[in-house]
């Protein structure tokens, strides 16, 4: 028995202004104009039912916060998550709402597998195969498809509701790559996913390791910013998409490591490409990683 019973590809592969990128997004980045940060501070909470431990009993994650200063044009904010006290780090801006495009793909696998497990249902070996090559590879029709089972929009309200996100909206086509995160929101996006709320005790490991799988034009990004052996213990999922309407260009980039959770967002002119935004990602995560130590 499966899940998905009957579902035809869908020809609508965004939303209105989106087209996707399909080539790799490491490109050489352009030159821009600097800008500054506001310093970091410290706030909200996971939900009360996570577990808190005090910070001084932790030994030190290799991501600190700080002020971070990147060379760039348009705009970028961050978010970083101790998910082991529940302290929420960034900038001020660190609540503002961007396109999350191929970034929302985790949340989707994690909705589809979680609601099977729910119903008794074990997907079958093709429906695994959809979740695999869009969380491996970015897979645009299986993210169709599987978000279409999910219920378009109401899967994303529930992302909303048991990830406990303060600033999200669905996208008004009920698409998901039109959804909109804030980079606080995506670190409790990852959070949920670590923790299992979001893909539940049956296939969490199994997501995270496809998460970790990320390859070729989806590997980008914050992991980059850690030595190679490192990077694939690291899971990510991240997005790019070129919005004509505006004739801005949207990255959003996702790591979820042990104990912690980077996000990153950024909107700049359209003709830099994908490659500019994900080297935004990697010098933040370059920045947490030199205050810490690394």
């Known amino acids: 028995m499966t899940v998905i019973a009957v579902i035809g590809v869908l020809a609508v592969l965004g939303f209105a202004g989106a087209r996707f990128w399909p080539g790799s997004p490491f490109a050489a980045r352009s030159a821009a104009r600097s800008r500054v940060m506001p310093q970091p501070v410290a706030t909200g909470q996971l939900p009360e039912s ?169 590997d980008f990004g914050i ?3 850690f030595p190679e052996d490192q990077q694939k213990t690291i899971a990510t999922k991240n997005g790019w998409v070129d919005r004509e309407e505006e004739q801005e260009y949207h990255v959003s980039c996702m790591a979820i490591g042990a104990g912690w959770v980077v996000g990153v967002m950024a909107r700049y002119e359209i003709e830099k490409g994908p490659a500019y935004g994900a080297e935004i990602c990697r010098l933040v995560g370059s920045e947490l990683r030199r205050a810490a130590g690394g």
């Open 50 to 218: 996570a577990p808190r431990t005090a910070a001084s009993k932790l030994a030190p994650l290799p991501v600190k916060a700080t002020e971070i200063r990147i060379s760039h044009s348009g705009w970028y904010s961050w978010a970083l998550l101790d998910t082991r006290t529940g302290e929420l780090f960034g900038p001020s801006d660190r609540t503002a709402l961007s396109t999350t495009a191929s970034l929302i793909k985790s949340w989707i696998g994690a909705d589809f597998l979680r609601r099977a497990a729910e119903q008794g249902v074990r997907p079958s070996t093709e429906e695994t195969e959809l979740v695999e090559t869009m969380i491996r590879d970015s897979d645009n029709e299986a993210a169709e498809e599987l978000h279409a089972a999910n219920g378009r929009d109401e899967s994303i309200r529930r992302l909303i509701s048991m990830c406990g996100l303060h600033d999200s909206l669905v996208a008004p086509d009920g698409g998901w790559s039109g959804t909109m995160l804030s980079p606080a929101d995506i670190t409790r996006l990852g959070a949920c996913i670590a923790d299992g709320r979001a893909a539940g005790p049956t296939w969490t490991d199994y997501l995270l390791d496809q998460l970790r799988a990320v390859r070729d034009e989806g």
């Open 223 to 225: 992991r980059k910013a």
